[in-house]
């Protein structure tokens, strides 16, 4: 079939329904700052870095070894690195569509040859399974990733095709959908894949397409799912969402990343089909699931051994799991139920994820990353080495590459991407939900142009600016997310009138003109934080925030030997600013005093000395090389 | 060759050199009281359930499988099953020595003659490798557990021929330790297992034949290990102690049980070899092991993903892994540390870990266990169901067999042996370090008769009566053990003087006439409890012990539809004791109050009412159903 995309705006994800239209890569640029800075990283480092390592481990090789009848015996990697593969060249297409940049043209181009061959002619196309010396198709649909692999397949095609590139593996990514919904169809295959993906995907698909059948078999396999189809494992039936139907489910459970994603394709279903108890289900799961089972950070997964939620209230903040790669399926699904119910709240969890969780991961050089983002870490470990793939389980330090490397991809495609999760449009106007320095040029819904120019400081500062550019002599909106940590927050509206504003959309209707101001003010002063005292690993400890930004102390920041365990803060005496610009807090340094046991009637610190606590911005710790550090510090 | 044991008393340890001799279970036996109940239990219930499921799951068939040609087809369970035969074969070899038990005897013939003919020729003996469609011999030292597997067979071997049962499985043991030596000795194979447990085995064996060689085979694997040999896992080579030679380590580190097993061998191979540097060491690693690492119950390995130690302090009540296995290994290490020593703090641990791990995990009726022994359980999970072999991971309830079952035959073991672990003789008399309802016969180095009835109510009250039953005309002296967490402890010696004793060693040196008493009095109120602030996930809680109990709070108690969560204590109060002997806190249950993000300025607990908290021994929580339990209570 050809496909004639209906946009070509780069737009991620695009519903036929909901509260408010997203706006693409096309319409909204980063031009500095913050996250533009990230962005640059990305595309002048991170990609070039993935695609060496990808080349480097095999893992392209695979489809190269499909085509010589090889794989059987030359395959390397886990059963899913297809799907590394795939999500790096979603990452370079939405790198086309935001800069036209001709090294990731090329690299799609290299590598849509060897993909497009290794596909079979039933549309079948995976490295690990279905070849001589191979297990069968679909035989282990627990853990064999096939529908995972086609999910990322198909929505780098979706990118291929919105970001223009287009060429032959969206013809690929449109072929195995067929497949899937040839064999796993109503009266087909009654399974339904491990580690869910392939929804959102088909759905994406679908909205591309208008083929409904894609949409349906994305309906099929989430109302499959729950019923107990899979093989039990290991961890449970909950490690991938088979325990309880999708929409019976009171709060994400098990593998953090499955259920999120999972989570995503609910949503993408339930506003396709109108499903609106579906979409009510997902938002009570998400609400439970921020209430009690999320980190300060907005990081999800408390759980090494199984990657997953805990219980309730189970966030230990040592050894904190919260899977960068679970922070950008909570991003997208944050997105969805924003775009579906234009409630705020799902951007200021966004925000806090991306400042605190995404941002962490990779260093300045936008060549190692961290797989999980604990919120303290106890003892300084040794520098991973440069030229080796890592296990998951050392990835307390950032680390170039891991044997499951899906972190680095999925930071990419969500950098490459970001512009589109800024701002959206509606009947009445456009909706600034995030901050950055970016240029806005659209059509409102009824066609007129509206533009503006947003320039910020943030999160250095608090002021944003948003300067019309482009308007129309008809009255509409232009509104603003306050953020919910906002006290004090001041609109100045284009004629000068200054107003408080709350937590929430704060918004100006007006007839603009090209050069009109709107200005948001945010009080910026760092804050003490105090954590639901159910979370019993946080009783007796505060944090620092500042703005998005949560705080952290270093051992880098410490007197030399002392490590952050040391670190005790008086949160009754007001954070202050030192002559730098960082947060210090009043507090001491406890002795490192061992008793033969440590628990005793009348436990307590040993000696201290009176210190000051430097803090730092947590998504920038062990930028100094391996240290300690922590978030949540305790009291005296 | 023949093998004459050098004695029949049943002892499980015995050096030829250290400061304390360990009596035997035909000189200690247990007749009655807390443990003598559970060895009753073991007796007549575990040992039979832990064989019929061995059966059912397959490890047996698998010996008939080597010897029928056909186990590279038919092989059931993990790689490591052999060795859980091995264990019960041991657990029954104790039974015998003690009771002389006639189906013990019955199954240990039966085991003995498939067993016996899955050896080969040379002394290898797996049935896991070697065989047509397996792997090679020792192709996979890392996970393969061969070495392993042997350490436990040369461990039931020694078992039964200290327990007089003999048979063709000791020399089936003695061929595999040949074997062992034959392959891995100085000039083979370099390697050494991922699993410890061979070391302690030789060492045993080497006490009993004579034999250098096996000695010298296990110093050498103590040795060789910590220099790489086996390759890198996902966990990083710390996880089998791979990383650092065990006597330059600091503390104990990685896979609790492995770490354990491992710092036993090294005892043993200290101890026979006069290596004071290398039992210095494991002293070391002990004392910050016990000092940083260790749970409140004594329980060691805090972390689920790789069943290891965790950082210094990083002991979370909740999700605490706290293996039942890892306690048995500790018990072990603290008896060779004992009897090296004779410092009674290693006594000290042994009793916590016993009464508060290895008593928690079976089941009153001896047919479930818990495989992880966590410290705060948040929600009820289902009944696990009777019929079939858990997952691990399903281990947060007492379960009737695991697809890894060590934790059942290791607790069949421990308990067939425990009379073993009670009371030790040196020049000068006889030492209780674990107070229970016991006979002790025996002969002091010199000859001279000795022996007594202890007679007790622990821990339910705090008497120990030692009444002499045998003794000299010369001065001897009877010891006891009092508890570091003692005060106010009060001995009467037979002349019905008091006097207070402090903790450590109490003696009585007398000319003892048959029926003197030396009577032991120690204060059973319970106590508030604190843990070392460094413990972050306990800070602002507190727990309560009564004598060598942990006490716990569990959702039963509560009224219906609070969970433990709920509860807050007031430490200031002083606790009491309800009509039915009940250990009772004063506190409140607060409400259960959602906020959208739980993190806030002023987080703090919702409403509450005042409640009195009843509080039951840890040991035995979830005997009356699916339950919440926390150990730790956050203070009001």
Redesign the interface.
């Known amino acids: 079939m050809t496909i004639v995309p209906d946009d070509l705006t780069g737009r991620p994800v695009v519903p036929s329904a909901g509260r408010l239209r997203p706006l693409g890569l096309r319409e909204v640029r980063i031009t500095g700052g913050f996250w533009g800075d990230r962005q640059s990283v990305n595309a002048s480092a991170t990609l070039e870095h993935n695609l060496s390592w990808e080349r480097r481990v095999g893992w392209i090789d695979n489809f190269a070894a499909v085509v010589d009848g090889r794989v059987g015996r030359d395959r390397r990697g886990r059963e899913f690195s297809d799907s590394d593969v795939y999500k790096l060249i979603e990452a370079m297409a939405w790198e086309v569509a935001r800069t036209g940049d001709a090294f990731a043209v090329a690299s799609i181009e290299e590598l849509a040859k060897v993909i497009e061959r290794a596909q079979e002619p039933d549309g079948y196309l995976n490295t690990a399974f279905g070849h001589p010396g191979q297990a069968e198709r679909y035989s282990d649909l627990e853990w064999g990733h096939e529908l995972y692999c086609y999910g990322h397949l198909i929505q780098a095609g979706v990118a291929l095709l919105r970001s223009g590139v287009g060429g032959p593996l969206a013809d690929v990514a449109v072929r195995a959908a067929d497949h899937v919904c040839n064999t796993f169809g109503p009266s087909g295959n009654q399974g339904y894949c491990g580690h869910p993906v392939i929804e959102m995907a088909l759905v994406e698909l679908y909205r591309i397409t208008g083929e409904r059948r894609y949409l349906d078999q994305a309906a099929l396999f989430v109302s499959r799912r729950g019923n107990g189809v899979l093989a039990?494992?290991?961890?449970?039936r909950g490690y991938f969402q088979d325990d309880v139907p999708v929409r019976d489910t009171e709060v994400f459970h098990g593998h953090a990343v499955r259920a999120l994603y999972l989570a995503s394709g609910a949503v993408d279903v339930a506003v396709e089909t109108g499903d609106t108890a579906l979409l009510a289900a997902i938002e009570r799961q998400w609400?439970a699931t921020?209430?009690?089972r999320?980190y300060?950070t907005g990081g999800m997964g408390a759980?090494?051994?199984?990657e997953a939620f805990?219980?309730?209230?189970?966030l230990?903040?040592?050894?904190a799991y919260s899977e960068t790669c679970a922070a950008v399926a909570s991003v997208q699904l944050a997105w969805r139920l924003l775009l579906a119910t234009g409630s705020p709240?799902y951007a200021d969890l966004a925000e806090r994820t991306l400042y605190n969780v995404i941002a962490t991961s990779p260093a300045d050089d936008g060549r190692s990353f961290f797989y999980v983002n604990t919120l303290?870490r106890?003892?300084i470990g040794g520098l991973p080495a440069s030229d080796r793939a890592h296990?998951?389980?050392?990835s307390g330090v950032r680390a170039p590459w891991f044997?499951v490397s899906c972190c680095p991809n999925n930071l990419a495609r969500t950098f490459a991407s970001l512009a589109a999760y800024l701002v959206t449009a509606d009947d009445d106007g456009l909706q600034v939900h995030q901050y950055a320095d970016a240029t806005v040029s659209t059509r409102l819904p009824d066609g007129r142009p509206a533009g503006f120019v947003m320039s910020t400081g943030y999160p250095d500062d608090g002021a944003v600016v948003l300067r019309v550019t482009e308007t129309s002599s008809s009255p509409w909106t232009l509104s603003i997310r306050v953020p919910?940590w906002a006290e004090g927050a001041v609109l100045v509206g284009p004629d000068g009138t200054r107003r408080s504003v709350g937590p929430g959309m704060a918004s100006v209707t007006a007839v603009f003109a090209a050069g009109d101001e709107v200005r948001l003010g945010l009080l910026m002063r760092p804050?003490?934080?105090?954590?639901?005292?159910?979370?019993?690993?946080l009783?007796?400890?505060v944090?620092v925030e500042r703005g998005p930004l949560v705080l952290c102390a270093e051992s880098a920041d410490l007197p030399a030997g002392r490590d952050v365990?040391a670190v005790r803060v008086d949160a009754s005496v007001p954070l202050s600013t030192d002559e730098s610009g960082a947060v210090v807090a009043t507090g001491a340094l406890?002795d490192d005093d061992?008793?033969?046991?440590?628990?005793?009637?009348?436990?307590?610190?040993a000696g201290s000395d009176p210190a000051s606590i430097r803090l730092i911005p947590y998504h920038s710790w062990a930028a100094r090389g391996p240290a300690t550090m922590r978030v949540?510090l305790?009291t005296i």
């Open positions: 039990d494992v290991e961890f449970g609400a921020v209430a009690r999320t300060l759980r090494h051994a199984d805990g219980d309730d209230f189970f230990p903040p040592d050894r709240k303290h106890r003892a296990p998951r389980a050392e044997d919910a804050r003490w934080v105090r954590a639901d005292p159910r979370i019993d690993a009783r007796g400890a944090a365990d406890v061992d008793h033969d046991w440590p628990y005793a009637a009348g436990a307590g610190d949540w305790p």
